[in-house]
C-alpha cells in the first residue's frame, strides 16, 4: 500500500468538491435557464447536462473511493474493494460529445452547418474516450503509451477543428461576443490538454501513491474546468447574445421582442 | 478522550439543526424566485445556491462526526475514523466568494463595476479559506497563529472593501432598501469577523471538549447568519427593489410595466 493516508484524504475530499460544485454548477444553469433567450436555451440546458451527469459520476467515484480503503487511528489500509476506475471514462463517453454540442449550439453557426459538425465532433469525442480507456487501466506503460497516442488522434483532429474551423466562426459573432466566444474556444482546448497530460503521469517517473494523486486530482480539476467553469462560459455567451440580439430578460420586454421579429 | 458525551450530543444536534435551516433557506429562496424582478433572480438564485452547498457539507459534516464517535448507555467512545474538518473548507471555497457576488449582484452596480468586483474580492475570498486550512488542521498554537495571520491579510482587505467600498454604492440606492442593503453590510461584516474569532478559542486557552464544542457550535452558528439569514435579508433587498422599480409581482402587472418602459 504506497498511498498515505494524507494522500487517501486530500483524494476523497477533492471527489467531494467536485459532487459540490457540479451540482451547484448544474442547479445555476438551469434556474437561469429562463435568462436567456429561447434559441440559447438548448445551449445552457445542455451545460447542465453535462454538470448534473459529472455530479452523479463523482457521487459514484466518491463512494467507490470510500469502499477501497479505509482510515483508522491515522493508518491507511485497502480493503480489497477495487476503486472503479470506469466511472470517468462512462461519464466522459457522455459528457463530452455533449460539451462540443454546447459550444457549436451557442455560436449558431448557419443551418445545416450546426449538425454536421455536431455529429463529426461528437463521434470523435466517443472514439477519443474509448481509445483511451484500454490503457487507463494498465499498469504497463507500453500499453498506456500504445493507447494513448490511438486516442490522440481523434483528440488532435477535435483540437484542430476548434482551433482553425471554429475560430474562422468567430468573426461572425456579434462583436460584443466576440471575446467571449474565443475565451471559451481556449478555454475548451487548454482544459482538454489537461487529460492527456494527467494521463502520462504514471508513465513519466511518478510512481505509487503520488501517481495516483496526481491522476485522481488532475482529472478532478480539469473535470471542474472543462465540466463546470466552461458551463458558466457558455452561460454568460447565451446572456450577451441574447441582449446583443435585444431579448430582454422580462416576459413583458420577451413579447415585445418577439412581436417585432 | 477529552469530549464528554453530552457535548458530542451538543455539536450532533447543531450539525441536524444547520442541515434543516439551510435545506430549509435553500427551498423558500428558490421557490420565491420569481416574486422578485428579473434583475434579482440572479441575486436570489445565488443565495439559494450558498445555502444548498451548505445543505451538502453539513449532511456530509453530520456523516462524519456520527462515524468518528459512538455512544453506548452514555459512554462516548471514538471509533478511530477521524472527523473530516476539510469539509467546511471546502465549502467555504465555494460559499464565500459566492456570497459576495450576491451583495453585489443585489446592489446592482453600474456596468463594468460588477464584474470587476465580483472577481477581486471572489479571487481574495478563496485566497483567505486556503490559507486558513493549514492552521485549522493544525494542534500547534504557533502554526495556528501563523496561518491565521496570512488568512487574515486577505480577509482585511475584503472587510475594507465592504465597509467603504460598498459604504459609498449605499448612497445610489433607492431611498426605500437604503437601510436594508446597510443592514446586509453590517451583517456581512459581523458574521464574517465570527470565523477568525471562532478559530483563535483553540489557541487562548480552550482545550479538549470545551475547544471542539466551541469551534464547531461556533463555526455552525456564524455559517447559519452569514449563510441563510444573509441569503434570507439579500431576498428582502431584491423584493423591496422591485417595488421601487415599479416590478409588480402578478404577471398582469409585470406586462404593464413592461409596457411603459
Known amino acids: 500500500m504506497e498511498l498515505t493516508a494524507g494522500q487517501y484524504t486530500l483524494i476523497y475530499n477533492a471527489f467531494s468538491f467536485a459532487i459540490a460544485a457540479m451540482g451547484a454548477a448544474t442547479l445555476f444553469l438551469w434556474l437561469n435557464r429562463s435568462s436567456v433567450a429561447p434559441q440559447y436555451r438548448a445551449a445552457v440546458t445542455i451545460s447542465g447536462l453535462v454538470t448534473a451527469i459529472a455530479f452523479y459520476h463523482y457521487w459514484r467515484i466518491f463512494g467507490s473511493w470510500r469502499e477501497a480503503y479505509e482510515v483508522k487511528d491515522g493508518v491507511l ?3 480489497g474493494v477495487a476503486f472503479n476506475d470506469a466511472y470517468r471514462y462512462v461519464d466522459w463517453l457522455l459528457t463530452v460529445p455533449l460539451l462540443l454540442i454546447e459550444l457549436i449550439l451557442v455560436m449558431r453557426l448557419p443551418h445545416g452547418e450546426t449538425g454536421k ?5 461528437g463521434f470523435l469525442a466517443a472514439l477519443m474516450v474509448i481509445l483511451g480507456y484500454p490503457g487507463e487501466v494498465s499498469s504497463a506503460s507500453s500499453t498506456r ?3 494513448w497516442v490511438a486516442s490522440m488522434i481523434p483528440f488532435l483532429i477535435i483540437l484542430w477543428e476548434l482551433a482553425s474551423g471554429l475560430k474562422a466562426s468567430i468573426a461572425n459573432q456579434p462583436a460584443g461576443v466576440r471575446s ?3 475565451k471559451a474556444r481556449v478555454l475548451t482546448i487548454i482544459s482538454w ?4 497530460l494527467v494521463f502520462i503521469f504514471p508513465m513519466i517517473g ?5 501517481a495516483t ?4 486530482v488532475g482529472y478532478t480539476i480539469a473535470d471542474l474546468v472543462a465540466k463546470a467553469v466552461f458551463g458558466i462560459l457558455i452561460y454568460m455567451i447565451a446572456v450577451r447574445k441574447s441582449e446583443a440580439e435585444g431579448w430582454g430578460v422580462s416576459s413583458g420586454e420577451m413579447a415585445m421582442a418577439g412581436a417585432a421579429d
Do not use: E, H, N, S
Not at 459538425?117 to 465532433?121: D, E, T, W
Not at 490538454?193 to 492527456?196: A, V
Open 145 to 147: 503509451w500504445m493507447w
Open 117 to 121: 459538425k455536431a455529429i463529426r465532433l
Open 206 to 210: 511518478f510512481t505509487g501513491g503520488t
Open 77 to 79: 489500509t485497502a480493503t
Open 180 to 182: 467571449l466566444v474565443d
Open 193 to 196: 490538454c489537461f487529460y492527456p
Open 213 to 216: 494523486t496526481l491522476v485522481q
